[in-house]
C-alpha cells in the first residue's frame, strides 16, 4: 500500500539514512592518522577499523532484506535507526581500538537493518516505472553523495573537534528520520507468514569475513598458507551456503532470478562499480592528505570539486537508458571509468592534483552512471513481497565489491610500495611497510635525512598508486566487454516492462 503523501516526500524521508549509511564507509578516510594517533592502533587495526563496517554490512543485508519482507519495511527502518544511533554514540566514545572496531562492527549492523528497507520502500512508493527509474536515481545519486561527503564533513569537524565527532553526526538524522518516516512512509509492507533462515544467515557472514580477509592479508603480508586457507574457507562456506538456497521454500537468495544472464551479469556489474569507486576513493584520500601534504580540511575540499558532475551523471544515465536501452549506457560508462583509472594511471606523479581530480571525476562518473541504471533493472524485476530481499542483493554486491576494492587495490598498492621502497635504513621497519609509517618516523629523524625518507616514501606510494589504477583500469575494460556479450539482445526502451514482467515471474515461479 503506497503513502497518501506524495511519494516524492517519502523519497526525502529515504533519504536521510541513506546519506548516513553511505557516509560511514568514507567517514574515516581523513580521520584516520587522529585515530591512529590517539588509540595507538596498529596498522593491522587500522585496516580493521576501515573495513568491518563494510565486511559485517555486506554479511547481514541478506538477512535484514529478509527480515524486512517479513515484519515490514518502515519498521525495520525505525528499529535501524535507534541501533545505528546507539552505535554511533559508542564509536564517539571508544577508548582503544578494539572498542572501535566493535562499535563499527554495531554500526554495520544498524546499517544492514536501513539499505535494504530504503530501496524496498522506493519499490512501493514508485509504481511507474519511469518514476521509479527517477526515484532510484536520486536513491544511486544520494548513497554515491554520502561516500562524497563524508570525508568533507570529518575534514570540517576535524578542524574544530577530536576525531569522535565523526560519528556523532549520526544521530540528529536519526533522530529526524524517526519524527518523519511513520508520517510519510507505507506501514504495510511487510509478509507475516515469510520465514527468515537463521542458518543461511550465518552462512552468508561466514562466506564474506574469511574471503575478504583472505585476499587482504596476501596483498598486505605476501603469499601464506593461512591467508590462503582463509580464501578457501570463505569459497568453502559460501558453496555451503548457495547449496542451502537451493534447498528452501523461502530462501534469503532466489537462486532463479540467476539462470537469465541479464539478472546475474548486473549483479556483477554492480560489484564492479562499487570495486572501483571505493577502491579509489580510500586511495586519493591518502595521496591528497600523505603524498601532496594537504589538512584534512583542504583535503576534503579539493575533492568535492568533481561532486558536481558525480551528481548528474545517475539522473543522466537515467535518462539515456530510457532512450537508448540500458546496454549502451551500462558499456559506455564502465569505459568512462576505465579512462579515470587510466588517467590515474599513466599521468600520476608526486604533484599531480589536477590529473587525480580529472581521473576521479571520470570514474566516479562513469561508476555512478552504471550503479543507477543497474539498480533500477533490479528492483524493477522484484516481486512486491521480495522488494527487501532483493533489493539486499544488490546491496550487498555492492557493500562486496566496495571492501573488495579497498582491499584488492589497497594490497597491490602496499605490495608495490614495500617492492619500490629502496632505502635499505629503514626497509625492515614501519616507514617500509607503508607511508604512513615513513611519515610517522620521519618526525624522528633529524635534518635532510628525514626530507630524503619522506620523498623516497612518497614515490613508492604514487609507484603503488599508479599500479593499482592500472588493475582498476583492466578489471573495468573487462567487465565492459563482458557487458556487451551478456546484455546483447536486451529489450528495447519500450518492451523493458514486459521483459521485466517475465523475469519478476519465472522467479515466483
Known amino acids: 500500500m503506497s503513502s497518501p503523501r506524495s511519494p516524492w516526500a517519502g523519497m526525502v524521508a529515504l533519504c536521510l539514512p541513506m546519506l548516513i549509511v553511505s557516509m560511514d564507509v568514507s567517514v574515516l578516510f581523513f580521520a584516520a592518522p587522529y585515530i591512529a594517533d590517539d588509540l595507538h592502533a596498529t596498522a593491522e587495526q587500522q585496516l580493521w577499523i576501515f573495513d568491518v563496517y563494510g565486511f559485517v554490512l555486506a554479511g547481514l543485508l541478506l538477512t535484514m532484506g529478509s527480515v524486512a519482507d517479513r515484519i515490514g519495511h518502515r519498521r525495520l527502518l525505525m528499529i535501524g535507526a535507534v541501533a545505528f544511533s546507539v552505535a554511533s554514540v559508542a564509536a564517539a566514545l571508544a577508548v582503544s581500538p578494539a572498542m572501535l572496531i566493535g562499535a563499527r562492527a554495531l ?133 555451503l551456503f548457495v547449496w542451502r538456497q537451493r534447498s528452501l521454500a523461502q530462501p534469503l537468495v532466489d537462486l532463479t532470478m540467476f539462470a537469465d544472464r541479464r539478472f546475474s551479469v548486473s549483479i556483477w556489474i554492480n560489484v564492479i562499480g562499487a570495486f572501483a569507486i571505493l577502491g579509489n576513493a580510500i586511495m586519493m584520500t591518502q595521496y591528497l592528505q600523505s603524498v601532496l601534504g594537504y589538512s584534512p580540511l583542504s583535503a576534503a575540499l579539493w575533492s568535492v570539486l568533481p561532486s558536481v558532475f558525480i551528481a548528474a551523471a545517475a539522473p543522466a544515465a537515467a535518462a539515456g537508458s530510457v532512450r537508448f536501452g540500458r546496454p549502451p549506457v551500462v558499456i559506455t560508462g564502465l569505459l568512462v571509468a576505465a579512462a579515470g583509472f587510466a588517467v590515474i594511471a599513466a599521468l600520476t606523479t608526486t604533484h599531480s592534483l589536477a590529473v587525480v581530480l580529472v581521473g576521479a571525476t571520470l570514474l566516479a562518473s562513469g561508476a555512478v552512471a552504471v550503479s543507477a541504471v543497474i539498480a533500477d533493472y533490479i528492483v524493477g524485476v522484484a516481486p512486491a513481497d521480495r ?89 573495468l575494460v573487462a567487465t565492459a566487454l563482458v557487458a556487451a556479450w551478456a546484455l546483447r539482445g536486451e529489450a528495447k526502451p519500450g518492451e523493458a516492462d514486459r521483459s521485466r514482467e517475465d523475469l519478476s515471474s519465472s522467479s515466483r515461479a
Open 107 to 239: 554500526l554495520a549492523v544498524g546499517g544492514a537493518t536501513l539499505m535494504p528497507s530504503t530501496l524496498a520502500l522506493v519499490r512501493h512508493l514508485f509504481d511507474d516505472p519511469a518514476q521509479r527509474a527517477k526515484a532510484v536515481a536520486t536513491w544511486s545519486a544520494v548513497f554515491t553523495g554520502g561516500v562524497a561527503v563524508g570525508p568533507i564533513i570529518s575534514g570540517i569537524l576535524l578542524e574544530h573537534f577530536w576525531w569522535g565527532s565523526v560519528f556523532l553526526i549520526n544521530v540528529p538524522v536519526m533522530v529526524a528520520l524517526l519524527v518523519v518516516a511513520p508520517i510519510l512512509l507505507p506501514a504495510d509492507t511487510g509478509e507475516p507468514t515469510r520465514r527468515v533462515d537463521v542458518v543461511s544467515a550465518v552462512l552468508a557472514l561466514g562466506a564474506i569475513l574469511p574471503l575478504i580477509e583472505g585476499i587482504k592479508k596476501l596483498g598486505a603480508e605476501g603469499w601464506s598458507f593461512t591467508w590462503l586457507l582463509l580464501i578457501l574457507v570463505g569459497v568453502a562456506v559460501g558453496g
Open 387 to 475: 522488494a527487501g530481499a532483493t533489493s539486499s542483493l544488490l546491496e550487498t554486491s555492492g557493500e562486496f565489491g566496495g571492501a573488495l576494492g579497498i582491499a584488492v587495490l589497497g594490497s597491490v598498492l602496499n605490495a608495490v610500495y614495500r617492492l619500490s621502497f629502496d632505502d635499505a635504513d629503514f626497509a625492515g621497519t614501519a616507514a617500509g611497510r607503508s607511508l604512513a609509517g615513513a611519515l610517522a618516523t620521519a618526525h624522528d629523524v633529524v635534518g635532510e635525512r628525514g626530507h630524503q625518507l619522506v620523498a623516497q616514501a612518497r614515490t613508492a606510494f604514487v609507484d603503488g598508486l599508479t599500479t593499482a589504477a592500472w588493475v582498476g583500469t583492466g578489471v
